[in-house]
């Protein structure tokens, strides 16, 4: 607030008695806020509100179809649901065979996309073409960066990717054009622009904002989504084999996660209006930016610097279940009472996506002599997960997520904090994609879930009557 007030002075110069009266009107006007948004938080309970779309139990409630992912956490044995270890799969087919099937081809983001939007892997023939007309979009062209990237840059380049999605609206000779293949065409060149986007902003806020030198390099044609984004981000566009395929196995597995989570279902709740896709795909943005959704990356990376600037020895787990023990108790760090990167809203016994990053994790830590910081973070996560089980009284259990590794492979591959959640943005917009079309082609009704209004109807009283 402080902030506030003073950029308020510098902007508009106010005298000290005008600053004074400008922050106590403010104060009046929080204070009115606060004291009449406040509902009865057992009303929630009378009416039976799933809140967060969700039951008692914590599971989401059925609110659409869809064929473009599936996230398992159970079995049924016997009628019964029994938890498992977690699987993901994408238009049916397993992501741990997905990865396991590139073999001797490197990188596989490409063809995830493909296979997220057209429902079947593509054949040799297919991925060519396809990967033909993805560069066909890579380039932003010289104006755009000019005047739109390189304009009114900022250090959230979240914020810079939701701005530079909606200004390509203006340079979209068919915009509002809502037909399946229009919307084919736009999401193809916003999953080809949205690299360049998000690092040529980054480039432009440490030009601008931190006086640093303007370097910015085109993608190359014969170069992968992961291989593209590491020479363009790199001083010296240089980059290793292993260091390539981390990043596009990270890509793979952040590319879609069900219908249900929050930037998707966002995608759909957007779609649904008859909305354009620039529209549709900037409010996806927005809701992947929060702490609780994809900026939860960044929030687990916080974590650790606080861990490493207050436990001693790394390898004492007695130390380090002390301070885990102070965060849950709310005692130190952002006194949340939260271990970041730990649980996850479906699976139980684990996040097939962290397992998968996990190991890639380690190959990437031996590449970089970090094999200290990799057992730290294993130390944390095992001991996090019975920490949380026992202090809240949790029978399931209590396993990371994908997050909880993904800032430390970004950290070894060189990648700034700024650009951790875009680069999940990067990823996962193949999803966002596939799931707009699919509501487009299945004409599905505008999303209206209901609220309850539960406040009071009072009589109007005139201006000169009211207290």
Not at 229 to 255: C, N, S, Y
Not at 268 to 280: F, L, N
Request: proline residues 3%; glycine residues 6%.
């Amino acid at each position: 607030m402080a902030d506030m007030y003073a950029e308020h002075e510098k902007n508009e110069m106010l005298s000290f008695e005008e600053m004074d009266s400008f922050k106590k009107e403010m104060e009046t006007l929080q204070e009115e806020l606060n004291n009449n948004h406040r509902i009865d938080q057992n009303l929630y309970l009378e009416f039976d509100v799933k809140r967060g779309l969700r039951d008692v139990n914590g599971k989401g409630v059925l609110t659409g179809l869809t064929e473009i992912s599936d996230v398992v956490a159970y079995d049924l044995v016997a009628g019964n649901k029994v938890p498992c270890d977690g699987r993901l799969y994408y238009q049916g087919i397993n992501v741990v065979d997905l990865i396991n099937g590139l073999k001797d081809r490197r990188y596989g983001f490409e063809e995830t996309t493909y296979l997220l939007i057209f429902g079947k892997l593509p054949n040799k023939q297919e991925l060519e073409d396809f990967i033909k007309v993805s560069h066909e979009f890579h380039d932003l062209g010289g104006r755009f960066t000019r005047d739109v990237v390189m304009k009114a840059s900022n250090a959230n380049i979240m914020n810079a990717l939701q701005r530079c999605v909606l200004t390509l609206y203006t340079y979209d000779n068919n915009p509002d054009d809502v037909s399946a293949n229009n919307v084919l065409r736009q999401s193809l060149e916003l999953i080809n622009k949205l690299p360049l986007i998000a690092v040529y902003s980054y480039a432009s806020y440490c030009h601008f904002r931190k006086d640093e030198a303007l370097v910015i390099r085109k993608p190359k044609p014969e170069l992968s989504v992961s291989e593209n984004i590491l020479q363009m981000l790199r001083p010296d566009g240089h980059f290793t084999e292993l260091e390539a395929k981390v990043l596009d196995v990270a890509l793979i597995l952040h590319a879609d996660h069900g219908g249900g989570n929050n930037s998707t279902f966002t995608t759909h709740v957007v779609t649904s209006s008859g909305t354009d896709t620039y529209s549709s795909m900037a409010a996806s943005i927005g809701s992947l930016k929060g702490f609780r959704h994809g900026g939860a990356n960044l929030k687990v990376q916080n974590m650790f610097a606080n861990l490493y600037e207050n436990i001693k020895d790394r390898k004492d787990e007695a130390e380090i279940e002390a301070y885990l023990n102070r965060i849950l108790n709310k005692e130190v760090f952002d006194k949340e009472g939260l271990i970041y990167g730990m649980g996850h809203a479906v699976y139980t016994l684990s996040d097939p996506r962290e397992t998968i990053l996990k190991e890639y994790a380690r190959k990437l830590a031996e590449e970089k002599g970090k094999l200290d910081d990799f057992n730290f973070y294993e130390s944390v996560e095992k001991i996090a997960g019975r920490l949380i089980m026992e202090k809240r009284h949790v029978h399931k259990e209590v396993c990371a997520n994908v997050d909880f590794y993904s800032g430390l492979v970004y950290s070894m591959l060189g990648i700034p904090e700024e650009l951790y959640t875009p680069i999940f943005a990067i990823a996962r917009i193949s999803g966002w994609s596939a799931h707009r079309l699919e509501e487009i082609l299945n004409a599905g009704k505008i999303v209206r879930p209901a609220y309850k209004y539960v406040g009071t109807h009072v009589g109007y009283v005139p201006m000169e009557k009211r207290k």
